[in-house]
């Protein structure tokens, strides 16, 4: 059921590929609430991913960019700014990629070109996005951007590797370009600490099954589904969340704040009775 939320509302969404995509689910949603906005991917992605038939439902554009290139991240906006009709009020950012996780490079034994890579695509990026953004005053006064993070930049998690410190300046980014951009126009900047979600990219994380019933057995209102982080972002992208800004927003059911839960220690006994009788 749509709030009209957005109505309109005009944006730029960078990230999505397919259905299981948090971008893509965030897509849909603000244009049920009734916002306009340009889709980007980098050519690789729009080639092999499904955005396309995103594109055609919401009545939108794809514009291929490489999210670390300044050049292309211009074009991106300028063009948005054009198909639109006008300066834009919402971003988002759902950009992450790191070499040294899909070579199964150990955090003690990375490499550091990969590394300089996975920051550059997963954080960097942000920065560069939202530097071309004020340069070409491409968003509207009140604006929101909004960019899509993990609780990994706060807590250790076994395996997430490199991807832990990208996060982390991500989110630094956000309250430091938060604080200039909402004294200079009132545009604020948030991101979302969400569940572990079954992506494409997530599913092929190795122990991913075993992530997710954790999170949910520790969580006390269970893991956060991709449609329910949409319906979310949709409320932080429309003006009822106006004064909301340089905040890191655990959307996660709970987890971040919990230690151990019943649910998660009783299957741990489980697993050491277990181990006691083999």
């Given amino acids: 059921m749509s ?37 980007s991917n980098t050519p690789v992605a729009i080639r092999y991913g499904e955005i396309g038939a995103l594109s055609e439902k919401c009545q939108s554009e794809v514009i291929p960019a490489d999210a670390t290139s300044m050049e292309d991240l211009t ?3 300028t063009r948005s700014m054009q198909f639109l009709g006008g300066k834009v009020d919402f971003v988002l950012h759902s950009i992450g990629m790191s070499l040294n996780v899909r070579k199964h490079r150990d955090y003690d034994d990375l490499d550091y070109d990969f590394f300089q890579k996975t920051l550059d695509i997963s ?20 604006g929101s951007v909004l960019a899509l993070s993990y609780v990994a930049a706060q807590r250790t998690l076994a395996g997430y590797n490199d991807m832990a410190d ?44 075993g992530l997710l019933d954790f999170t949910d057995r520790m969580s006390p209102l269970g893991n956060a589904t991709a449609d329910e982080c949409a319906d979310f972002s949709v409320v932080l992208f429309s003006d009822l969340s106006r004064k909301v800004t ?22 741990y006994n489980k697993c050491l009775e277990e181990e006691e009788n083999l």
């Fill in 166 to 209: 990208a996060k982390a300046l991500l989110e630094s980014i956000a309250r430091s370009f938060g604080y200039i951009y909402g004294r200079e126009k009132q545009i604020r900047i948030n991101t979302i600490s969400q569940s572990p979600t079954r992506t494409t990219a997530g599913s092929g994380i190795k122990g991913i099954d």
């Fill in 3 to 39: 709030h009209h939320l957005l109505e309109g509302k005009k944006g730029v969404i960078f990230g999505a590929l397919d259905e299981k995509s948090i971008a893509w689910k965030i897509a849909m949603k603000a244009y049920d609430e009734g916002a306009r906005f340009t889709l």
């Fill in 246 to 267: 340089m905040q890191n927003i655990y959307h996660d059911g709970g987890f971040s704040s919990m230690a151990m839960s019943m649910k998660a220690m009783t299957q």
């Fill in 75 to 77: 074009r991106v906006f």
């Fill in 123 to 142: 954080a960097l990026s942000f920065h560069k996005m939202l530097q071309v953004a004020k340069k070409l005053d491409a968003i509207n006064n009140w």
